[in-house]
């Protein structure tokens, strides 16, 4: 079993990581909102532990305009300050700056592709080196770890759950492009 699910087995109902693990970590996404959401909270992740981040979901969505594209594409020097001021999330002005880059970046993708789904599945499949070189040459703050990492939980990548894991087979049912992990 991979380590994250070897991790979340033993876990109460009501952790914040089986939660994750259980209904959203591999899960397919079908809203360009709730795309970026996770890949903002992946780049936010950087440094950081996982359980800090889990733990705020709710403040990032709150103060990211329920991670609506188009509103952060037009964040301003106001927006930035409150961001950068609000305890509920990270305070890091790379990680805001790279937020509403980024969201500048997926509105022109949605002009050019129709979607940041769309974009997406247009390069799927692509081993893990040709994803961070991609997302290194489209967006701003996604190294290695971080775009492995939202490509896993939005199931662009394989390796979210390992074949024994229960949560697995419920991910295998709902995502086509996982077929060709079995």
Known sequence: MNNYCNYTKN???GNVHKVYHDTQYGFPVHSDNELFGRL??????AGLSWDTILNKQKNFKRAYADYDI????????????RLLSDVGIIRNRLKVDAAIYNAKVILELQKTHGSFITWLDYHHPKTKKEWVQL??????FTGVEITKEFLMSSSYLKGAHSKECPIFKKVLTM????SQYT
Do not use: G, H, V
């Open 40 to 45: 903002l909270l992946e780049i936010n992740q």
């Open 70 to 81: 188009k509103t952060i594409a037009n964040f301003n020097d106001d927006d930035r300050k």
């Open 175 to 178: 995502n086509p492009k996982w």
């Open 11 to 13: 876990l109460n109902q």
């Open 135 to 140: 997302f290194k040459k489209t967006f701003k």
